[in-house]
């Protein structure tokens, strides 16, 4: 896939995403994401902020979190919501929609892979049906793989990935995880999937 694909790609998951949230009631917003500790709220000010970082503010909020990436990025997200209503982030991710930037250090898929994990991270809580096409899946979930930022490697090492809605398939451990492609890309990014996979 060439970088052009993958920024229309991205694109479409901004506002499909974007779409999905205009029905989410207020109680929704407060309600725990995937992502540990953030709200929904959160999540969603988190994906606005990749359109703005530049080198200069990405060093501002990892010195502020004492050198701490992941405090960063949350104390980021938590400023930003904040800031902003659920309205006027909602706002922001369609603005931002077709927006190139990308954090300091991230690849060209990374922002694909951002986009659909967290539109995860904010509907499997909710118990809202929010899924991409599987073929848009893909890429990024042989990108996750192999990237050494999400920790796949280690995690999944053993173990065999095969889709059940999609021909595709990774490894060849002995022990087997079979599951829509989307929840093997919540796998490989770390997070916990128990509907849905069979191991």
Not at 16 to 37: I, K, N, Q, V, Y
Not at 74 to 80: N, P, S
Not at 173 to 199: C, K, M
Request: some cysteine.
């Amino acid at each position: 896939m060439d970088r052009v694909q993958i920024q229309e790609q991205v694109r479409d998951e901004r506002l499909a995403l974007a779409d999905f949230l205009e029905g989410l009631s207020e109680h929704e917003w407060r309600r725990p994401s995937l992502c540990a500790g953030w709200t929904v709220h959160e999540v969603l000010a988190h994906l606005t902020l990749s359109n703005r970082d530049t080198v200069r503010s990405v060093l501002v909020d990892v010195i502020r979190a004492r050198g701490n990436w992941d405090r960063a990025n949350a104390d980021a997200a938590r400023r930003q919501a904040v800031r902003y209503t659920p309205t006027e982030l909602i706002a922001l991710l369609r603005a931002g929609a077709d927006c190139h930037r990308r954090s300091p250090g991230a690849g060209a898929l990374d922002p694909l892979v951002d986009i659909i994990v967290h539109g995860q991270d904010i509907a499997r809580p909710l118990g809202r049906d929010y899924r991409p096409p599987a073929e848009r899946v893909v890429a990024p979930l042989d990108y996750a793989l192999g990237s050494m930022f999400y920790g796949a490697k280690k995690r999944l090492r053993g173990k065999r990935l095969i889709a059940t809605d999609a021909r595709w398939s990774h490894g060849d451990g002995p022990e087997e995880v079979r599951a829509p492609v989307v929840d093997l890309l919540l796998i490989a990014t770390g997070r916990e999937v128990s509907t849905g996979v069979q191991a």
